[in-house]
């Protein structure tokens, strides 16, 4: 039997194995992405419109399209998703009706994408006639990333020590007051990361906008919410599987693919700037 303190090492060393392995498979996959890609990536790549059947030019279209499509999503999933987790946590009685409510949630957060695509194309594209276009596939997404955002705002807003609310609530104030100046200030930070990561989740995806408005090709951008329009991830799909010469296109796949990671990386780091900045902000 061995001590405590050996113990202890063989399981850190487990740890420290599990991160290395994960780290190294990480670098496998960017570096075989960014040796293969990089070459193609140039001002024209990233600001003109696929070319001769797709095999010259870029993919501006497809940026403007992910762009539009995660605009629309967080305009549905933040402030819906945010204050969603504020009635939950602050205002909801705590009862068995809140935890099925809560316990829904979270199975909806494990949801196929495919599915949410389906359910968009019957609410959105068929029976509220918005067809397939970017407002369709964006409020798709939006509901796909909502289990996400609620469970993350709330989440941070469990974090808040409960003194904070009574301190306010014993000078008199209103709850809402209380939550707005006392609460949200220090749990903003953990509910925007939260957010973001699922934004930048939601702009990766192909299924849902499948279904609910990307198009195959398109060399022109979309003039309207109500237009279909190109997308990076679908364009990725496109180029790696269905198009008719896809080993003549593969440098112009690890490109998109490039592009694509780089989008939701900067997120990502968005994500990881704005919680330092809000927390120092929140210590001041």
């Known amino acids: 039997m061995f001590s405590r303190d050996v113990q ?25 992405i960014i040796s293969k890609g990089i070459g ?4 024209e790549f990233l600001t003109t419109a696929p070319t001769h059947g797709m095999t010259k030019g870029g993919i501006f279209p497809a940026i403007v399209g992910t762009f539009s499509v995660t605009v629309i999503t967080a305009l549905l999933a933040v402030p819906l998703g945010m204050f969603a987790a504020i009635y939950l946590n ?34 959105f594209v068929q029976i509220l006639g918005f067809g397939t276009s970017i407002l369709s596939a964006g409020l798709t997404l939006g509901l796909m990333t909502l289990p996400v ?25 209103t709850k809402w007051y209380a939550i707005r100046t006392n609460v949200l200030p220090y749990a ?16 990766g995806e192909t299924a849902p906008i499948l279904f609910t408005g990307a198009a195959f090709f398109l060399p022109f951008l979309p003039d309207s919410p109500f237009s279909q329009f190109m997308a990076l991830p679908y364009h990725l799909y496109v180029m790696s599987t269905q198009h008719h010469d896809i080993a003549k296109v593969r440098p112009l796949a690890y490109g998109t693919a490039l592009v694509l990671i780089a989008l939701v990386l900067s997120m990502n780091m968005i994500a990881i700037l704005l919680r330092y900045w809000l927390r120092k902000k929140a210590k001041r």
Not at 40 to 43: K, S
Not at 94 to 118: D, E, H, Y
């Open 40 to 43: 193609v990536i140039n001002w």
């Open 8 to 32: 202890q090492k063989i399981g850190f060393g487990f740890l420290r194995l599990s991160a290395l392995f994960v780290l190294f498979i990480l670098v496998v996959i960017l570096y075989d």
């Open 90 to 123: 602050e205002y909801a009685k705590q009862g068995r009706v809140t935890r099925i409510i809560r316990m829904s949630i979270r199975n909806l957060a494990g949801v196929p994408s495919i599915v949410f695509g389906l359910f968009g194309l019957a609410l």
């Open 149 to 173: 955002t609620i469970t993350a705002s709330e989440e941070a807003l469990k974090t808040i020590p409960n003194s904070y609310r009574n301190g306010s609530l014993a000078l008199g104030v």
């Open 188 to 203: 903003i930070p953990g509910m925007l990361t939260g957010t973001i990561l699922g934004l930048s989740r939601a702009a």
